[in-house]
């Protein structure tokens, strides 16, 4: 694959995963959160199991329950319970520091050490998101701010361990979805169902609204994300994330009537030209090249091809 196609259907996930409040606020039961991360994950999981039609074998079943928890179980509620407690945007300002957290843990896990242009990118993308969604509020809650630093780090060492651990031999990015999507709503449930009882009465705007979230929102978008780790460097795909608020307050301009600051149109410039700048491949002589290749390959444990897997050879 291009590396340029590789990151356009990466893109695709926080393209979609912005229009996640819109939809939840216009079509979605109110003050169901828990039941919603549920209704997004266990759904898609199982759709995706079947289509793939491939169990894990061996490590691969703790390893999948790991990768589900961190990437979907713990980060879902963490998530909702950041947003409905913190105000005016706080736990997206937040989330939006998450490519600092992986480049941190992509120098300890994948010996990655992030160059002063990747961290000057992220502290860029964090300045531009904080600027679109950050309002006036008042005192900020701890559980809240608690919540917003725990889905920040639960999906950043998610996307690491998933770059570092990467799938077993025959396996394609499907399952390995579909096996994370199941772990992670299995883990849901029993929270969803002890925090909030019986799911509630649902319409037809509701299943229309679940359905979409489902299917396009994770389904469809986890199985890109996950496939685009593979093709980038966890950190590189990390930087796509500050398209998810982006798109969120375009949404919410275009469709919900809500009005954008001339500091907020300045803050959407400067998120999205750091996210597309991280996108761009730094000039890099050839000996660093080849010397990169080869210490990666080693420090990545993982038996992989040489002329498949290594992020330089395959640019």
Do not use: C
């Amino acid at each position: 694959m291009k590396r340029s196609t590789a990151i356009l259907l990466t893109a695709y996930a926080p393209l979609t995963w912005g229009s996640t409040y819109a939809v939840t606020t216009e079509f979605l039961p109110a003050d169901r959160p828990l039941f919603t991360g549920l209704m997004r994950a266990l759904p898609a999981g199982l759709l995706l199991l079947v289509l793939a039609r491939r169990l894990p074998r061996g490590e691969w079943w703790w390893k999948s329950v790991v990768l589900g928890a961190l990437n979907i179980g713990a980060f879902f509620p963490l998530l909702f319970l950041s947003a409905y407690r913190l105000p005016g945007g706080m736990a997206a300002v937040v989330g939006s520091v998450g490519p600092l957290f992986v480049a941190g843990l992509a120098a300890l896990l994948l010996a990655d050490r992030p160059s002063p242009r990747t961290l000057l990118t992220g502290a860029a993308a964090a300045l531009g998101v904080s600027l679109v969604v950050l309002k006036a509020a008042g005192a900020l809650d701890a559980v809240g701010v608690l919540a917003a630093v725990g889905s920040t780090a639960s999906m950043s060492t998610g996307t690491v361990l998933t770059k570092r651990w990467g799938r077993p031999d025959g396996v394609g990015p499907l399952a390995l979805t579909a096996w994370q999507l199941t772990a992670g709503g299995l883990l849901i449930a029993p929270v969803a169902f002890l925090v909030e009882g019986a799911p509630p009465a649902l319409d037809g705007r509701n299943i229309a609204g679940y359905v979409y979230l489902s299917l396009a929102g994770t389904a469809v978008a986890y199985w890109l994300w996950f496939r685009g780790i593979g093709h980038l460097s966890a950190t590189q795909a990390s930087l796509l994330g500050p398209l998810s608020p982006l798109t969120a307050a375009v949404i919410g301009w275009a469709a919900l009537g809500q009005s954008l600051t001339a500091v907020q149109v300045a803050g959407m410039a400067i998120a999205f030209g750091a996210t597309v700048f991280a996108q761009l491949r730094p000039r890099q002589s050839k000996s660093k090249v080849a010397v990169g290749s080869f210490s990666s390959a080693s420090k990545n444990d993982r038996k992989v091809s040489m002329d498949l897997e290594i992020a330089e050879v395959r640019r």
